[in-house]
């Protein structure tokens, strides 16, 4: 390069001026961040709990109140709001009819799917020893394949009254006939053993810390945990 | 500004649309275009989170343009861009959270797609606040109409339905390929091959009236 042609170089602002001008920049700019995060948090976390809600009971017919409940201590315990101490995978929700009366669990479940992992809820009954719904809260399999495990009914239905006892079986497509068998979606035989392997795992977790029939946690009072109760919006 | 003289409002909106199509012509943002299409929705959601971040970015970075040192400009753009992306992610995050669960990571992903940083350094910071805007408008209407056209063929073609309404009835078997990734590519490839035979079309024929003209002189 020519010298003189960089001449104007000195004219060019210092380096402190550049820092500081991208200094500024990101101080501006975490501050809209914060802006927007604080803006929309409520309603963000207002449409988690809401899709929750319409899960649990979606899985178990006749459920029109939860509760989430919490393994502490050798015992299934009713959490509240503020209780964050216990292990995701050891809380689960009751589901309970208009009376309070205990109809059944809604387990959520994960674990790796086709392409990512699958999130689904299950709803249980512990007296019948069947799974009589199942939700899926997340996932990333392939669209128009795989997503099938939540788009196609018949799949689904699958699941509607399932004996999950000692294990959920994938059988090929139209070749059901035991009640613990699920029949496979043709061009998505991955994701749906995922789905039942998901279930049987949270069959398996929960086998031995489930109490026994009859011995559920009752509802707590609703005038005490109003936010746990159905209809609270 | 001298440089904007020679400029026409109307020309800098819809030049981004049909001559300098980001998609078409520029063949820029290739990510979200081929990844995001296989539904009208999904399409035009992401269209719509790419107009505001353009539409935004070209507005500081015209307004602000002297006050941002030539050395750290791309470094400045990027905080720009990505600041609007993000207030896009969480405002579609509370708003419409079932789309966003679809576009997924494709929504932050914004920042890196070319066709913004790219109209930031070649237009937004050498002109007026008013073309820049004209020049962003057009831009991401453009995007917004290749990105809506690809997803409304993969989701007819795909799926037999249009915003999730059925169009076909009972009968029709699905061209699962269309939602697939090869579907992107594929339905990508014969849009590029119209529109460039139409550019040759035009150009032919623009040549023919010429010569006509010519020849009648």
Same mark, same amino acid.
């Given at each position: 390069?020519?010298?003189?042609?960089?001449?104007?170089?000195?004219?060019?602002?210092?380096?402190? *001026?550049?820092?500081?001008?991208?200094?500024?920049?990101?101080?501006?700019?975490?501050?809209?961040?914060?802006?927007?995060?604080?803006?929309?948090?409520?309603?963000?976390?207002?449409?988690?709990?809401?899709?929750?809600?319409?899960?649990?009971?979606?899985?178990?017919? &006749?459920?029109?109140?939860?509760?989430?409940?919490?393994?502490?201590?050798?015992?299934?315990?009713?959490?509240?709001?503020?209780?964050?101490?216990?292990?995701?995978?050891?809380?689960?929700?009751?589901?309970?009819?208009?009376? &309070?009366?205990?109809? &059944?669990?809604?387990?959520?479940?994960?674990? @790796?799917?086709?392409?990512?992992?699958?999130?689904?809820?299950?709803?249980?009954?512990?007296?019948?020893?069947?799974?009589?719904?199942?939700?899926?809260?997340?996932? *990333?399999?392939?669209?128009?394949?795989?997503?099938?495990?939540?788009?196609?009914?018949?799949?689904?239905?699958?699941?509607?009254?399932?004996?999950?006892?000692?294990?959920?079986?994938?059988?090929?497509?139209?070749? *059901?006939?035991?009640?613990?068998?699920?029949?496979?979606?043709?061009?998505?035989?991955?994701?749906?053993?995922?789905?039942?392997?998901?279930?049987?795992?949270?069959?398996?977790?929960?086998?031995?810390?489930?109490?026994?029939?009859?011995?559920?946690?009752?509802? @707590?009072?609703?005038?005490?945990?109003?936010?746990?109760?159905?209809?609270?919006? | 500004?001298?440089?904007?003289?020679?400029?026409?409002?109307?020309?800098?909106?819809?030049?981004?649309?049909? *001559?300098?199509?980001?998609?078409?012509?520029?063949?820029?943002?290739?990510?979200?275009?081929?990844?995001?299409?296989?539904?009208?929705?999904?399409?035009?959601?992401?269209?719509?989170?790419?107009?505001?971040?353009?539409?935004?970015?070209?507005?500081?970075?015209?307004?602000?343009?002297?006050?941002?040192?030539?050395?750290?400009?791309?470094?400045?753009?990027?905080?720009?861009?990505?600041?609007?992306?993000?207030?896009?992610?969480?405002?579609?995050?509370?708003?419409?959270?079932?789309?966003?669960?679809?576009?997924?990571?494709?929504?932050?992903?914004?920042?890196?797609?070319?066709?913004?940083?790219?109209?930031?350094?070649?237009?937004?910071?050498?002109?007026?606040?008013?073309?820049?805007?004209?020049?962003?408008?057009?831009?991401?209407? &453009?995007?917004?109409?290749?990105?809506?056209?690809?997803?409304?063929?993969?989701?007819?073609?795909?799926?037999?339905?249009?915003?999730?309404?059925?169009?076909?009835?009972?009968?029709?078997?699905?061209?699962?390929?269309?939602?697939?990734?090869?579907?992107?590519?594929?339905?990508?490839?014969?849009?590029?091959?119209?529109?460039?035979?139409?550019?040759?079309?035009?150009?032919?024929?623009?040549?023919?009236?010429?010569?006509?003209?010519?020849?009648?002189?």
């Amino acid at each position: 390069m020519n010298p003189q042609v960089e001449l104007p170089v000195t004219n060019e602002p210092g380096s402190a *001026r550049l820092a500081l001008s991208v200094a500024l920049a990101g101080l501006i700019s975490g501050i809209a961040i914060i802006g927007i995060y604080e803006a929309t948090l409520p309603t963000i976390t207002a449409n988690k709990a809401r899709l929750l809600r319409e899960a649990v009971f979606k899985v178990l017919p &006749g459920v029109s109140r939860m509760q989430q409940l919490g393994f502490v201590d050798g015992s299934l315990k009713p959490m509240g709001e503020d209780d964050e101490a216990v292990d995701e995978d050891l809380t689960l929700y009751g589901g309970y009819d208009t009376d &309070g009366r205990f109809i &059944g669990y809604a387990i959520p479940s994960d674990g @790796p799917g086709f392409q990512d992992t699958i999130s689904l809820l299950y709803g249980y009954l512990p007296g019948k020893g069947r799974v009589v719904g199942m939700e899926i809260l997340d996932s *990333r399999e392939t669209p128009g394949l795989g997503d099938k495990i939540y788009k196609d009914a018949v799949f689904v239905a699958n699941f509607s009254n399932l004996v999950a006892d000692p294990e959920i079986v994938t059988v090929k497509k139209g070749t *059901r006939s035991a009640p613990n068998e699920v029949d496979a979606i043709t061009g998505a035989t991955i994701s749906s053993k995922a789905v039942v392997r998901i279930i049987n795992e949270g069959q398996a977790r929960w086998r031995d810390k489930l109490p026994a029939p009859g011995q559920e946690p009752p509802l @707590p009072d609703p005038a005490e945990t109003p936010a746990a109760t159905a209809g609270s919006d | 500004m001298d440089r904007d003289k020679n400029l026409d409002t109307y020309q800098e909106f819809v030049k981004g649309i049909w *001559r300098d199509n980001p998609v078409f012509v520029q063949v820029l943002g290739m990510c979200p275009m081929l990844a995001v299409t296989n539904s009208a929705i999904n399409a035009l959601v992401m269209g719509g989170a790419t107009l505001f971040v353009l539409m935004g970015s070209s507005f500081l970075v015209a307004a602000f343009k002297k006050w941002i040192p030539k050395q750290v400009r791309i470094s400045l753009y990027i905080i720009i861009i990505a600041t609007f992306v993000t207030v896009a992610d969480y405002t579609l995050l509370a708003l419409l959270p079932g789309v966003h669960k679809e576009l997924g990571a494709f929504i932050p992903l914004i920042v890196a797609n070319c066709m913004i940083l790219g109209r930031q350094e070649a237009f937004a910071s050498r002109h007026g606040v008013r073309f820049a805007m004209m020049d962003a408008a057009g831009m991401s209407l &453009g995007f917004v109409l290749a990105l809506f056209s690809l997803g409304s063929i993969r989701e007819i073609l795909g799926n037999g339905s249009l915003f999730n309404i059925p169009l076909f009835g009972e009968t029709f078997e699905p061209w699962v390929i269309m939602i697939l990734p090869p579907g992107g590519f594929i339905t990508l490839g014969l849009i590029l091959l119209f529109f460039n035979w139409v550019a040759a079309r035009k150009k032919a024929f623009l040549e023919q009236v010429v010569q006509a003209e010519r020849e009648s002189l």
